[in-house]
């Protein structure tokens, strides 16, 4: 018997609160033409820099074959590892399918149930999930409150064998960044590690867009720092970042690495190709002129010095109407709902990018204000 039109009904009435909700997701294409929204942050994707170093290249496989432990390990992944490891001034590094893949794996499997998880309210879905699959005990610290993280970190420590602090360097849903400086004074790297999902903050802080941990100085301090792929290095895949026993504990125990076939030569090569564009640095200047400039005609949005621009408008339905009036305009900015975000802390969310120009960051500031 066909299953078309069937199925557990759950499934249609979970979609129907959805949609009465107002909150049903679907899928979309043929994006509106000024991109406000793409996490392309410097372009790398867009204007087809990769591909045209990869064109020089030779690909011979369209697959790896096999996961890492098996077949898909390659002198290329490798040396990637390297090289990865040395331009972020680490001892290691050790690539994963994505950055949701990362966190997952390194959350999951690094923490023992003797443990604590203190994390950021705002801290990615993948960070979360990582969380629940993990056997250690988390709480969630109230979002960049230094003394609410120092005081459960003293409440702890007497009672938990290691508290591991997750954090990101810029938060992806307020582009404010962590007050990572603060934060690395909490972690003694003996009982307390610092793990920082540098995502948003690759490409965009730090010389040659090394990220913030570099841009403070701070890269030896930190247990992990994950680097993506897919932003502003406009390709695919992540890194998990840390000494040498980091990378061979998640070569072991990280089920998100084990258990997944390898990145194909192209994505491997592409993310070489993304890191030699960020040596070129011409595209990252551009980025943060763009980004001054947008500061300097806003006041009422959430401060940021980051790539990400968020303004509150409370209320599903009002964000909706914007994003439609955006639309009109051929201008792509995302609206962030709840539950995504708080209830009544719904916003419009403004992604910049090296390839703006100043002309499309007026008109979209004025339509903002209208
Ligand atoms: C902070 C942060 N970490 C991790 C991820 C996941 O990375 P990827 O898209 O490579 O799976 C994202 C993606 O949205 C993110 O914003």
């Known amino acids: 018997m066909s299953i078309n039109g069937k199925g557990p009904l759950h499934l249609v009435h979970a979609l129907e609160e959805r949609k009465r909700k107002g909150l049903f997701r679907s899928l ?157 004074k909490l972690c003694d790297n003996k009982t307390v590690f610092l793990i920082v999902d540098e995502a948003h903050a690759i490409g965009v802080f730090g010389k040659n867009g090394r990220g913030l941990c570099s841009e403070l100085g701070l890269e030896e301090n930190i247990f992990a720092r994950i680097y993506t792929y897919g932003k502003a290095m406009g390709c695919h895949g992540a890194a998990v970042v840390g000494n040498e026993t980091l990378r061979n504990y998640l070569i072991n125990f990280a089920r998100s690495f084990i258990y997944t076939t390898a990145l194909p030569q ?51 339905h009002n964000v909706d109407i914007i994003e439609a009036q955006f639309e009109k305009k051929d201008m792509f900015v995302k609206g962030i709902k709840s539950p995504t975000v708080k209830e009544g802390a719904e916003r419009i969310r403004v992604c910049l990018h090296a390839f703006n120009t100043k002309e499309e960051i007026k008109n979209l500031v004025n339509l903002i204000n209208e």
């Not at 290691?92 to 999951?108: E, H, K, P, Q, R």
């Not at 890191?275 to 401060?303: A, C, H, M, W």
Request: aromatic share 8%; with cysteine; proline share 3%.
């Open 266 to 316: 192209h994505s491997l090569l592409s993310i070489e190709a993304a890191y030699e564009l960020l040596l070129e640095g011409k595209l990252q200047e551009q980025l943060r002129e763009n980004i001054s400039y947008f500061n300097s005609l806003t006041k009422d949005f959430i401060p940021s010095t980051s790539a990400i621009h968020c303004k509150l408008f409370p209320g599903n």
């Open 28 to 184: 979309k294409y043929n994006y509106p033409k000024t991109d406000f929204s793409s996490n392309d942050y410097l372009g790398f994707s867009k204007k087809g820099l990769i591909e045209k170093k990869l064109q020089a290249l030779q690909i011979k496989e369209s697959g790896s074959t096999g996961s890492r432990l098996i077949s898909g390990n390659s002198q290329l992944t490798e040396d990637l590892e390297n090289s990865i490891a040395k331009f972020h001034s680490a001892e290691a590094a050790l690539i994963f399918n994505s950055g949701y893949d990362a966190n997952v794996g390194l959350v999951s499997s690094i923490p023992t149930k003797r443990d604590l998880v203190l994390y950021d309210e705002l801290v990615h879905a993948s960070i979360h999930d990582g969380v629940r699959l993990s056997f250690a005990k988390s709480y969630k610290i109230r979002h960049n409150d230094v003394d609410h993280l120092k005081r459960m970190i003293e409440r702890n420590l007497p009672v938990v064998d290691t508290i591991y602090v997750v954090v990101e360097s810029v938060y992806s849903m307020d582009g404010d960044c962590a007050p990572l400086k603060e934060i690395v």
